[in-house]
Nanobody
Framework: VQLQASGGGLVQPGGSLRLSCAAS????????MGWYRQAPGKQRELVAT??????NYADSVKGRFTISRDNAKNTVYLQMNSLKPEDTAVYYC???????????WGQGTQVTVSS
């Protein structure tokens, strides 16, 4: 499975961005798609996941971020609204396969929230 993330950039506080993650390869084997982020000096953390229509969000982004997927395009999106400086991080697309268990990662896309 290959993951190609895009859509990062520089945005002012309160602004919006939409990240995209295009998946290719043996995507039929994937059970969960998600987004993680890693800020400088911090560990990588879960942002949001989507599986069979069920979504899960980190408390810090609930009500501001929305994860969705377009199965026809094999693409997962992360709509980020009301962005805050603390959302600044490299965002990584993730695909989880349950059996055999394996995590696939995209290359990361930088999101910077600053005035």
């Amino acid at each position: 499975v290959q993951l190609q993330a895009s859509g990062g950039g520089l945005v002012q506080p309160g602004g919006s961005l939409r990240l995209s993650c295009a998946a290719s390869g043996s995507i039929f084997s994937i059970n969960v798609m998600g987004w993680y982020r890693q800020a400088p000096g911090k560990q990588r953390e879960l942002v949001a996941t989507i599986a069979s229509g069920s979504t899960n969000y980190a408390d810090s982004v609930k009500g501001r971020f929305t994860i969705s997927r377009d199965n026809a395009k094999n693409t997962v999106y992360l709509q980020m609204n009301s962005l805050k400086p603390e959302d600044t991080a490299v965002y990584y697309c993730n695909a989880l396969r349950y059996y055999p268990r394996y995590d696939f990662w995209g290359q990361g896309t930088q999101v910077t929230v600053s005035s």
